[in-house]
C-alpha cells in the first residue's frame, strides 16, 4: 500500500464524491495527474485511503460536501454516484462557484426516472423498446398479461441496478408486481413502474463524456448484471466488465452517436437541461440494430474500472472540459490492452449479508498491471482490511489480449480470501466467444492494435 499523494507544489485540488469501486478508480486515475496536487473522498474507503484523503461526509450530504469544498479550495469536485445527483450537489457547487463534474439535477433526471428516460427517447427518437408507465398494480398486471409476461418489469426510481425484474413465468411476473406496490420492496423508488417489452441480443454499455452539446465516447465495454455464471440469478449493481467490447465496431459506434447520443443531448438541452457529465447508455444490440435499455447519468460501477485501467490520456482536462462546455476537439488516447473487472461480492449479496470479514491475500496480488479497486471495505483499529458492503472488490487486470486480461484477473482473484466471498468465473466469456467468430468469419490481414490484442495476435 501507499500513502496518499502530498500536495506538489501549486497543483489542484480534487474532491471526489462516493465510496465504492467507482470512486477508487477516479481517485486513482486523478492523483496520477501531473496538474493535480491533493486527492480528497468523501466519505471513501480502506482502499480509496491508499489514493486520496478520506473525509468523513457522506455523499448524500449536499451542504457538507459544499462548506468542505469551500473550506480546502477544491478546484475540481467529481460526483460518482447517482443519488448526490439526483439531489443537486452539482448545482449546489456550482452556484458557490466550485467547478463540479456531474450533471444537474434536472439532468440526473435521466438515471433518476426511468419513466422520463423513456418518455425523452420517445420524443427525441432514439430507438428503445415499446413500453407503458404505470401508478398502481392493477392497470400493471392488466397490461402484463396482454403481453404473455414477455416484457421486462423496472422500478422508475433509483434502485442500486436492482430494480429491473425479467420474470421467467406468469407467476414472478404477478409476484414481482406485487412486490413492487403492495409489499412496497423498492420504496418510493417503486411508485411508478415501466413494463417494456423485452429485447433479445447482446448488451453493450457506452459512456460518453458530455458538455452540454458534445459527447465523446468512450470505448464499448461490456457489463455482467446477473449473480451468477451464464447470466443467471438475480440482478445485482454489476459482477464484472471489460474493455474494448469486440461488439462495438467503427460502424456501430457512428450509429448510435447519431441515433441515440447527439439526439439526447440536443433534447435535453432544448428542455433547458443541458447535461453535462458522463452520459452512461446501456444498450441491446439486436437484429433491428442497437436500443437503448435505460441511461444512466455517472460513471458505471464496474465498468469505470477497466476503462479507466485503459485510458492513457490524463483525466482531469478531460472532466474540466466537460464542466466548462469545450470538449469539442478533444480526443481520448488508450492503450493497447485489454481490461478485465471481476467483482468480488459478500456472501448473500444482493440480498442480506454479513460485514466484518477480515479480507486476506491483498499483498500477494500482482504489482503491475493489476489494481484491485476497494468498494465495500473498511480498516479495523487493528489495520485489518474487512468487507463492509455487498460488492467488496473489483479486481482489475490489464492484458495483452482479452484472454490474457481475463487470465490474470482470476489468477489474482484466487489470491484474495475471505468467509463467505463469491464471484462469476465467466467474466468476458461472451466477448472471447465473439473473437473467435470474427477470427472464423473474417481473418484480417492488417490489425489496428487493439484488434491486435483482442484477438490474440502478438506485434512486433
Not at 451542504?63 to 450537489?89: M, W
Not at 422500478?155 to 442500486?160: E, F, K, M, N, P
Amino acid at each position: 500500500s501507499q500513502a496518499p499523494p502530498t500536495n506538489r507544489g501549486m497543483g489542484k485540488k480534487v474532491l471526489v464524491v462516493g465510496s465504492g469501486g467507482r470512486e477508487h478508480a477516479l481517485c486513482w486515475k486523478i492523483a496520477q495527474s501531473p496538474e493535480v496536487s491533493k486527492v480528497y473522498c468523501a466519505p471513501g474507503n480502506a482502499g480509496i485511503a491508499q489514493a486520496a484523503t478520506c473525509v468523513e461526509i457522506p455523499a448524500e450530504d449536499v451542504e457538507g460536501l459544499v462548506r468542505f469544498a469551500h473550506q480546502e479550495k477544491i478546484d475540481l469536485a467529481v460526483v460518482g454516484p447517482e443519488l448526490p445527483l439526483t439531489l443537486g450537489l452539482v448545482d449546489r457547487l456550482t452556484e458557490e462557484g466550485i467547478k463540479a463534474f456531474g450533471p444537474t439535477k434536472a439532468a440526473a433526471e435521466l438515471e433518476g426516472s426511468k419513466a422520463f428516460a423513456k418518455d425523452l427517447m420517445r420524443e427525441a427518437g432514439v430507438p428503445t423498446a415499446d413500453y407503458q408507465v404505470f401508478e398502481d398494480a392493477a392497470g400493471a398486471l392488466r397490461y402484463f398479461r396482454e403481453k404473455e409476461g414477455k416484457v421486462a418489469i423496472k422500478v422508475s426510481g433509483l434502485a442500486s441496478g436492482k430494480g429491473v425484474i425479467l420474470p421467467q413465468s406468469i407467476e414472478e411476473g404477478v409476484e414481482a408486481i406485487d412486490r413492487i406496490f403492495t409489499k412496497r420492496e423498492f420504496g418510493d423508488a417503486g411508485t411508478r413502474v415501466v413494463i417494456e417489452e423485452f429485447l433479445e441480443g447482446e448488451e453493450l454499455s457506452l459512456l460518453a463524456l458530455c458538455d452540454g452539446t458534445t459527447a465523446l465516447p468512450l470505448e464499448g465495454a461490456q457489463d455482467h448484471k446477473a449473480l451468477l455464471d451464464g447470466d443467471q440469478g438475480p440482478n445485482t449493481g454489476g459482477m464484472g466488465a471489460y474493455c474494448p467490447a469486440p461488439i462495438l465496431t467503427p460502424a456501430l459506434l457512428k450509429q448510435i452517436d447519431k441515433d441515440v447520443l447527439k439526439p439526447t443531448l440536443r433534447t435535453l438541452k432544448k428542455m433547458g437541461r443541458p447535461f453535462k457529465g458522463v452520459l452512461y447508455a446501456g444498450l441491446m444490440i439486436t437484429k433491428d440494430g442497437p436500443k437503448v435499455l435505460e441511461y444512466n447519468a455517472r460513471f458505471g460501477d464496474p465498468e469505470c474500472q477497466p476503462l479507466l485501467m485503459r485510458m492513457d490520456s490524463d483525466l482531469v482536462p478531460l472532466l474540466e472540459a466537460c464542466a466548462d462546455g469545450i470538449l469539442k476537439g478533444k480526443k481520448i488516447d488508450w492503450k493497447r490492452e485489454a481490461a478485465v473487472s471481476v467483482v468480488m461480492a459478500s456472501k448473500g449479496y444482493p440480498g442480506s449479508y454479513e460485514k466484518g470479514k477480515e479480507i486476506t491475500g491483498l499483498d500477494q496480488v500482482a504489482k503491475e498491471g493489476v489494481q484491485v479497486f476497494h468498494s465495500g471495505t473498511k480498516r479495523s483499529p487493528e489495520g485489518k482490511i474487512l468487507t463492509n458492503g455487498g460488492r467488496v472488490l473489483a479486481v482489475t487486470a490489464l492484458g495483452l489480449t482479452l484472454k490474457d486480461a481475463v487470465d490474470r484477473a482470476y489468477e489474482n482473484v484466487r489470491r484474495i480470501q475471505w468467509e463467505g466471498a463469491q464471484y462469476r468465473t465467466d467474466i468476458a466469456r461472451k466477448g472471447l466467444r465473439r473473437l473467435k467468430e470474427l477470427e472464423t468469419e473474417a481473418p484480417l490481414k492488417r490489425k489496428t492494435p487493439v484488434k491486435k490484442a483482442l484477438l490474440g495476435l502478438k506485434s512486433g
